[in-house]
């Protein structure tokens, strides 16, 4: 009986080590390797986080009231699902989202084909239209309130000028929602003007000189060239708006926090109300995954939708 | 070559099934409980520690960005020399200081040694602050020193958790030209209060009878706690049920709605800025708001109508008081007692109202004559706070104060009848009260 030497046993480990490290390449290539810092981090800071709240949305878990914590199932979908003033806010998130960018995609059209049409002065137009993405929603938010404003702002001022008196445009539950609305348009419109405008000037011009050649109006172009032509791009930039509209909160938590009554609450604003006012974690958590669900729909509709239109 | 792409396809499969093993595992970890239980408020004193001892140590205190929160910033040079003690202040502005405070205090690992709190907060912190009463005891507090309705503000369940440092109280601040040119008397409650405004009420000259907050702002709420109490209801009844639900409830909400007729024209846009600006400006004869806009409506820097602002208290007032309390899991909790007791205590007390913090919750400041000289209201505040009415202690205090907030508001606005809005209100706040 023979007893391997220290260099004999150093020599195989080092081949169990080669021989691991073989096997290990051999099911997991390298390259998937590489990635694995960068997976790991992701997983870190954005699948955790929400793993970890969509765990919380099924807790009783209000930040108050810590000695009550337990698993509570689905009684927090339930209770958002029950509650009146979330139904509500539902309601007011649609109409919201589909006023809003309905008007921002139709005035961005028409802006884009009068500035796609100007020789003269169009880059300063496009400028100035620019103006009001680049702003703060914050600062938008605050500087509308002070305009609205029913004794100090400079609407009222104007329309008491003219004899129409001093409507109370946050305060008065017909005119509050249609007022975060316009102010809404008022922001994000340039957003559509410049995808659209983008889109027109890279269509291709022998397309509308043969149809102008044959006769077509500027209508005529528009319905039969420049819609078909723009679709991929419409759609894009409806998912882009549609899902920030349905996420909205600055805008309207700053100019009205929801009300008057909760005549302006979106789900955006009711989530905060019940995550930080109400400071019901699981219960905010649970309304959270309802936006997530309705922004997710309403992304694979339109998805669904652009991919058709691409076939097309 | 063929062989390579199979191996591949088989490790990606692989890999994915890897990932997906690893989701899944992720999702149970994440579904598992959020936190654990806090024990019960720390109910023994830290063993004493000279106050030598705590010298070049230091505490956080997060307080409110406001003219208190520079007050008390003022006091910490002559703290520091006392004590030797340095405070970091972090100051951050009212709805943020709650949320911060909460989310930190639940996390125990709390930003602050020392938090400055409202009252209406502490039901909902008192799982995560110190007991005081035993550090009370240790240091033979003179507690008979203390306005009896700013002290029970800090005790919550039975058990001191908070001090004092600053008791709010509600009242009536008007014009003594405009009551004098009319022939109207100070109002004594808050009846007279309502038949002044609408006597004083003026549109055609720009001035409103009484100027409240009418938008989605705390102060609608508080109104309304303040009316029901003044019909005779109470905002939780004491078998847990909502106040507001019955012939008290209806009745304030009518009364506010006959307040606003006598208010400025865009009052359903107002909140507390709006609504003290309103009297600052000339724009109304009364404002109903807290003892603390005093300074500032007397002061002519701020309001246009500094020299003719007369002051009065009304029963039923609503409390508000600023108290300080220690987080639980502090390791400092010495060094923020020393702090907290000092700032309470009559030379800190006085120190902070001389700043212009607010007023203090102790008699030997608030019977001096240096306060009494800076707030020349202090008796009228006096008896305003000892015939205080306060909001319930509940934990879900922010909750239910919302739910009256969208409630008012909604009447005010013309969207419901009272009875309609009552109705929805109480449904929401029932998930509360169980």
Redo the contacts between chains.
């Keep these: 009986m023979s007893f391997a030497t220290a260099a004999e046993r150093r020599s195989r480990r080092v081949d169990r080590a080669a021989t691991l490290r073989q096997r290990i390449g ?4 390298f390259y ?1 390797w590489a990635v694995l810092p960068a997976l790991a981090a992701t ?1 870190a800071v954005v ?2 986080p929400l ?2 709240s ?3 949305s ?2 009783h ?7 009550n ?1 337990h ?1 509570d199932g689905l009684a927090n979908y339930a ?1 958002a699902l029950n ?3 979330f139904r509500n806010s539902l309601g007011t998130t649609f109409v919201y989202g589909v006023g809003t960018v309905a008007v921002e995609l139709v005035l961005g059209m028409a802006f884009a084909l009068v500035v796609n049409t100007l020789t003269v002065g169009a880059g300063l137009v496009r400028t100035a239209m620019l103006v009001p993405v680049f702003m703060t929603p914050a600062v938008v938010a605050f500087m509308w309130r002070f305009m609205l ?3 100090l702002g400079i609407v009222n001022y104007f329309l008491a000028l003219v004899g129409l008196g ?1 409507p ?6 017909r005119l509050a929602l249609p007022s975060v609305m316009a102010v809404e348009i008022w922001r994000n419109t340039p957003f559509m003007f410049l995808v659209f405008l983008a889109g027109m000037q890279s269509l291709p011009s022998e397309l509308f000189e043969a149809a102008a050649v044959d006769g077509a109006s500027f209508w005529q172009r528009f319905r039969s060239l420049t819609l078909p032509l723009l679709m991929p791009l419409i759609l894009v930039a409806l998912i882009i708006r549609g899902m920030d509209a349905l996420r909205e909160f600055d805008t309207i938590f700053i100019m ?8 302006t609450e979106t789900i955006a604003i009711s989530t905060y ?1 019940y995550s ?6 699981g219960l905010g958590s649970a309304v959270s995954y309802v936006i997530f669900a309705v922004v997710f729909l309403f992304g694979i509709y339109f998805v669904r939708r652009m991919n058709r239109t691409r076939v097309d | 070559m063929s062989g390579q792409v199979n ?2 396809i088989v ?1 990606r499969r ?2 994915v099934q890897t990932l997906g093993v690893s ?1 899944v595992g ?2 149970l ?7 654990a ?2 024990a019960q408020p720390a109910s023994t004193a830290p063993a004493a520690v000279g106050a030598g001892a705590l010298s070049g140590s230091s505490i956080r205190f997060g307080a409110l960005a406001n003219y208190k929160g520079d007050a008390l910033e003022k006091t910490f040079p002559d703290f520091e020399k006392a004590t030797g003690i340095k405070v970091l202040i972090d100051k951050l502005p009212n709805p943020n200081l709650a ?1 911060k405070l ?2 930190s205090f ?1 996390s125990r690992s709390p930003d602050y040694d020392v938090a400055m709190m409202d009252e209406t907060w502490i ?3 008192a ?2 602050l110190t007991s005081v009463e035993p550090l009370v005891t240790r240091d033979n507090l003179d507690l008979k020193q203390y306005v009896p309705n700013g002290l029970s503000a800090g005790v919550y369940n039975g058990t001191r958790v908070a001090m004092p440092l600053d008791p709010n109280v509600m009242m009536l601040w008007y014009r003594k030209d405009l009551f004098a040119a009319k022939g109207v008397v100070a109002p004594a409650t808050f009846d007279d209060v309502i038949g002044a405004a609408e006597k004083l009420n003026d549109p055609a000259n720009g001035v409103a009878g009484i100027s409240v907050s ?4 705390g102060q609608v709420s508080a109104l309304a706690e303040f009316l029901l109490w003044n019909a005779g209801g109470e905002i939780l009844t004491p078998d847990k049920k909502f106040g507001f639900n019955g012939p008290a409830g209806i009745k304030a909400l009518q009364t506010y709605q006959r307040i606003i007729k006598s208010a ?7 909140g507390y800025a ?1 609504q003290i600006n ?1 009297f600052y400006t000339g ?1 109304a004869a009364m404002v109903f708001y807290w003892a603390s806009i005093g300074p500032d409506a007397t002061n002519p820097e701020k309001s246009q109508v500094a020299k003719d602002v007369g002051w009065a208290s009304v029963p039923n007032a609503q409390r508000g008081v600023w108290t300080l309390g220690i987080s639980k899991d502090s390791t400092r909790k010495d060094a923020a007692w020393e702090w907290v007791k000092w700032i309470t205590g009559p030379v800190g007390s006085a120190e902070f109202t001389q700043n212009g913090g607010g007023h203090s919750p102790r008699f030997d400041v608030l019977n001096s004559a240096e306060f009494a000289q800076r707030y020349p209201w202090a008796q009228d505040y006096q008896k305003a706070l000892g015939g205080a009415r306060s909001r319930p202690q509940v ?2 205090w ?2 239910i104060d ?1 739910v009256i ?3 008012t ?2 009447v ?5 009848q009272p009875e309609d ?1 009552i109705r ?1 209100a109480d ?2 706040v029932a ?2 009260l169980t």
């Design positions: 051999h099911l997991i290539p998937y997983l699948v955790l793993m970890y969509f765990g919380l099924f807790w878990y209000v930040l108050t009231d810590p000695r914590v698993f209770h509650d009146p003033t404003h029913p004794d001093h109370v445009w946050l305060g008065d539950p009205t926090g929801g009300g008057p009554g909760n005549a109300r930080f006012r109400n400071y019901d974690m | 191996r591949a490790t692989r890999f989701a992720l999702l970890a994440a579904c598992a409980a959020p936190a239980t806090p949320d909460t989310v639940a039901a909902g912190l799982p995560y009418g938008g989605q702002d400025p024209p865009g009052v359903l846009a107002y709006e309103a724009k934990s879900s922010n909750a919302t907030m969208n409630m508001t909604s005010l606005s013309g969207q419901k809005a929805a449904q929401q998930p509360y």
